[in-house]
């Protein structure tokens, strides 16, 4: 239904930023809501943040609230996710999902789980 393609992950040091794309596409692509998961070592994947292409914002995990902001570019079909003053437990793999379902997604199950981008936040 959907596809997603993830970049932007890598190396950084504790304080620093990164942002990370989500290139999506399918035909109801505009009905899906999107959303960053990440899944630190010997953790569940968590929701990070939720977002809809209208730009509605519909969720913050309060871990990173006032530190990551998810956005939407729809011309450019592409997700964001900019991390700003990163920490060591950001470390994690981090997912592009989407659903039609708000609920699928806080719960964990969206229809499409993008591959994964590791993030690594070194001390």
């Known amino acids: 239904q959907v596809q997603l393609v993830e970049s932007g992950g890598g190396l950084v040091q504790a304080g620093g930023s990164l942002r990370l794309s989500c290139a999506a596409s399918?035909?109801?692509?505009?009905?899906?809501?999107m959303a960053w998961f990440r899944q630190a070592p010997g953790k569940d994947r968590d929701i990070v943040a939720a977002?809809?292409?209208?730009?509605?914002?519909?969720h913050y995990s309060n871990i990173v609230k006032g530190r990551f902001t998810i956005s939407t570019d729809n011309a450019k079909k592409t997700v964001y996710l900019q991390m700003n003053d990163l920490k060591p437990e950001d470390t994690a793999v981090y997912y592009c999902?989407?659903?039609?379902?708000?609920?699928?997604?806080?719960?964990?199950?969206?229809?499409?789980w993008g591959q994964g981008t590791q993030v690594t936040v070194s001390s």
């Open positions: 977002v809809s292409w209208s730009g509605e914002r519909l």
């Open positions: 399918g035909r109801t692509l505009s009905r899906y809501i």
């Open positions: 999902a989407a659903d039609l379902s708000a609920h699928m997604l806080v719960i964990g199950r969206p229809e499409k």
